[in-house]
């Protein structure tokens, strides 16, 4: 039997675009799906506009064909004046009319430019919300490490801390739908590579230049849009826009509007979320790793109920959400095409992040803020022995306070004093002068309170009282570093250094023990990941 043959068209409203006509023939897409083939014309698609490299080295347009019958667009990119070209294939819709969602089945995908067959691609089930990209060559590696560090746009890292050498698992160049090594179920509990300030490839490259390191960070990076978050809001033709809709969820049925997912092979959180795309587009310039940073961050806003935008879930959660925010709001330009959100949209939810943790934790008097200087707002369930309402997670309070030193070195400083309101629980457990003690600086957990009605306790002495009662806690040396402690003990270390940095009283004392410990945790084979070796 013949297969059908269906041709899209071009977005109502919007001119088809002048670029490919001058500088080449069109660009034809066909894509062989369910015994069917569908064509994605480039003459008749619609021009959302160009992005123009804010270093001058490029001009990328961007031409997005949908087609009726299929809830999957093409957005065709060529590069102005240069015979670079790709092609991005992105799955799902947001406000209805493709019916349920739901993966489209395995296709193949062929790309013409004029009668010159330019490559035909397989894909397996393409996951909803997710994308993958075709492109005729990669944008090369443009940027000095050492320079990005000057500038702070990522942490100052250094070998000289003698950080681990892992062997890394080979990965296979990226297919679409493939993860490169990342866990497909995001939410799954433990440390690992991607989990981070940085990943550890993206670590151990600017430390070392290696060059596997960079080949799985850029794998990585194309397996970020494998991910379900790639929410564009096809009114606007950008990443869906939180501030314009302030009740959006996709959380149960909570939202105005909700949106719907569906239980997929891939699944993204928030509180194990690794930053994939942020390393790359500095290296590259690439503009489809900014449009995929935003994705993420959009997620970041809509992955929890409404009415808990502005609190506390997982404190981790909530540092590698300010991470990502802090990152789109530093490095978008100003002046985007529409498939882009501007900088001004990121500075204003990075603001509004701002003025929420100002009043509901660095003016907050209960003991839990004005004496712990923990974010938590939960304070834990029933397990372990503890009882919920009583205890919260100085490790996670560290992640968060790296982020927020990182977030005021990168040029955000109007951050500062929620700096340094956090950092006061870091020193306050490695100064050895409060009363908790620093052989176990970085507990798994803290106890502030014997039951859930109870008071709050007033001091660090009590806390500690509690907290090593509860875990059956002795301390030989307390100016020791527990090697048995060790596993948390890097996020601690990382927050000191970037205290140390931004010249926060009592943070250089502390440093200079933590340094010695790291050097004898080093020395008794406990190595420090690349992702924390910040100097």
Same mark, same amino acid.
């Given at each position: 039997?013949?297969? &059908?043959?269906?041709?899209? +068209?071009?977005?109502?409203? #919007?001119? /088809?675009? !002048? $670029?490919?006509?001058? *500088?080449?023939?069109? %660009?034809?897409?066909?894509?062989?799906?369910?015994?069917?083939?569908?064509?994605?014309?480039?003459?008749?698609?619609?021009?959302?506009?160009?992005?123009?490299?804010?270093?001058?080295?490029?001009?990328?347009?961007?031409?997005?064909?949908?087609?009726?019958?299929?809830?999957?667009?093409?957005?065709?990119?060529?590069?102005?004046?240069?015979?670079?070209?790709?092609?991005?294939?992105?799955?799902?819709?947001?406000?209805?009319?493709?019916?349920?969602?739901?993966?489209?089945?395995?296709?193949?995908?062929?790309?013409?430019?004029?009668?010159?067959?330019?490559?035909?691609?397989?894909?397996?089930?393409?996951?909803?919300?997710? &994308?993958?990209?075709?492109? +005729?060559?990669?944008?090369? #590696?443009? /940027?000095? !490490? $050492?320079?990005?560090? *000057?500038?702070?746009? %990522?942490?100052?890292?250094?070998?000289?801390?003698?950080?681990?050498?892992?062997?890394?698992?080979?990965?296979?160049?990226?297919?679409?739908?493939?993860?490169?090594?990342?866990?497909?179920?995001?939410?799954?509990?433990?440390?690992?590579?991607?989990?981070?300030?940085?990943?550890?490839?993206?670590?151990?490259?600017?430390?070392?230049?290696?060059?596997?390191?960079?080949?799985?960070?850029?794998?990585?990076?194309?397996?970020?849009?494998?991910?379900?978050?790639?929410?564009?809001?096809?009114?606007?033709?950008?990443?869906?826009?939180?501030?314009?809709?302030?009740?959006?969820?996709?959380?149960?049925?909570?939202?105005?509007?909700?949106?719907?997912?569906?239980?997929?092979?891939?699944?993204?959180? /928030?509180?194990?979320?690794?930053?994939?795309?942020?390393?790359?587009?500095?290296?590259?310039?690439?503009?489809?790793?900014?449009?995929?940073?935003?994705?993420?961050?959009?997620?970041?806003?809509?992955?929890?109920?409404?009415?808990?935008?502005?609190?506390?879930?997982?404190?981790?959660?909530?540092?590698?959400?300010?991470?990502?925010?802090?990152?789109?709001?530093?490095?978008?330009?100003?002046?985007?095409?529409?498939?882009?959100?501007?900088?001004?949209?990121?500075?204003?939810?990075?603001?509004?992040?701002?003025?929420?943790?100002?009043?509901?934790?660095?003016?907050?008097?209960?003991?839990?803020?004005?004496?712990?200087?923990?974010?938590?707002?939960?304070?834990?369930?029933?397990?372990?022995?503890?009882?919920?309402?009583?205890?919260?997670?100085?490790?996670?309070?560290?992640?968060?306070?790296?982020?927020?030193?990182?977030?005021?070195?990168?040029?955000?400083?109007?951050?500062?004093?929620?700096?340094?309101?956090?950092?006061?629980?870091?020193?306050?457990?490695?100064?050895?002068?409060?009363?908790?003690?620093?052989?176990?600086?970085?507990?798994?957990?803290?106890?502030?309170?014997?039951?859930?009605?109870?008071?709050?306790?007033?001091?660090?002495?009590?806390?500690?009282?509690?907290?090593?009662?509860?875990?059956?806690?002795?301390?030989?040396?307390?100016?020791?570093?527990?090697?048995?402690?060790?596993?948390?003990?890097?996020?601690?270390?990382?927050?000191?250094?970037?205290?140390?940095?931004?010249?926060?009283?009592?943070?250089?004392?502390?440093?200079?023990?933590?340094?010695?410990?790291?050097?004898?945790?080093?020395?008794?084979?406990?190595?420090?990941?690349?992702?924390?070796?910040?100097?």
């Amino acid at each position: 039997m013949r297969r &059908r043959e269906f041709v899209c +068209s071009g977005l109502a409203g #919007i001119m /088809a675009s !002048p $670029a490919l006509a001058a *500088d080449g023939p069109p %660009v034809m897409v066909e894509v062989e799906l369910d015994g069917q083939t569908y064509r994605f014309d480039s003459a008749s698609g619609a021009d959302l506009g160009p992005y123009s490299d804010p270093q001058g080295q490029f001009v990328q347009d961007c031409i997005r064909v949908d087609h009726p019958q299929l809830p999957l667009s093409v957005f065709i990119r060529p590069d102005r004046g240069s015979d670079r070209l790709e092609v991005v294939f992105e799955s799902g819709r947001l406000w209805g009319g493709a019916g349920e969602p739901r993966p489209l089945n395995k296709y193949r995908a062929r790309i013409f430019r004029g009668s010159t067959s330019l490559a035909s691609v397989d894909v397996p089930p393409h996951y909803w919300f997710a &994308r993958w990209r075709w492109q +005729s060559k990669p944008r090369p #590696i443009r /940027a000095n !490490p $050492a320079q990005l560090m *000057d500038q702070w746009l %990522v942490p100052r890292l250094s070998e000289q801390l003698r950080p681990r050498s892992d062997t890394f698992r080979p990965i296979e160049i990226f297919a679409p739908m493939g993860v490169a090594n990342l866990l497909p179920y995001m939410p799954s509990s433990g440390e690992r590579p991607e989990i981070g300030l940085l990943t550890e490839y993206q670590a151990q490259y600017l430390c070392n230049g290696n060059d596997t390191a960079l080949n799985i960070l850029l794998a990585q990076a194309e397996a970020a849009g494998t991910f379900p978050w790639i929410m564009r809001d096809e009114k606007t033709n950008g990443p869906l826009d939180t501030l314009a809709y302030p009740r959006v969820t996709t959380y149960q049925q909570g939202g105005d509007p909700f949106i719907r997912t569906i239980n997929q092979a891939v699944t993204a959180d /928030a509180a194990h979320q690794p930053a994939l795309t942020y390393v790359p587009y500095l290296l590259t310039g690439d503009p489809y790793y900014l449009e995929q940073l935003q994705f993420q961050a959009s997620f970041n806003v809509v992955w929890r109920p409404w009415a808990a935008r502005y609190r506390t879930t997982q404190i981790r959660g909530e540092a590698w959400s300010l991470r990502t925010w802090a990152q789109a709001a530093r490095i978008t330009p100003a002046q985007v095409p529409k498939w882009l959100l501007p900088q001004s949209h990121w500075q204003k939810l990075l603001d509004s992040y701002l003025a929420a943790y100002l009043k509901n934790f660095v003016a907050n008097p209960e003991a839990p803020y004005a004496i712990f200087r923990t974010t938590e707002q939960g304070f834990g369930d029933n397990r372990g022995g503890l009882l919920a309402g009583t205890y919260g997670y100085p490790w996670q309070d560290e992640m968060l306070t790296a982020v927020i030193g990182w977030t005021v070195l990168m040029g955000h400083s109007s951050w500062r004093p929620v700096f340094e309101w956090k950092i006061g629980s870091t020193i306050a457990r490695t100064n050895g002068q409060t009363g908790w003690l620093r052989a176990d600086c970085t507990t798994y957990n803290i106890v502030l309170r014997t039951s859930p009605d109870a008071p709050w306790v007033k001091s660090w002495k009590e806390a500690w009282d509690l907290t090593a009662a509860a875990f059956k806690l002795t301390v030989s040396d307390p100016d020791r570093l527990d090697l048995s402690q060790i596993y948390y003990f890097p996020y601690t270390y990382g927050a000191l250094v970037l205290a140390k940095h931004l010249e926060i009283p009592g943070a250089g004392p502390c440093l200079d023990w933590a340094n010695g410990e790291l050097s004898r945790a080093v020395a008794n084979k406990h190595p420090l990941p690349f992702k924390w070796a910040l100097v």
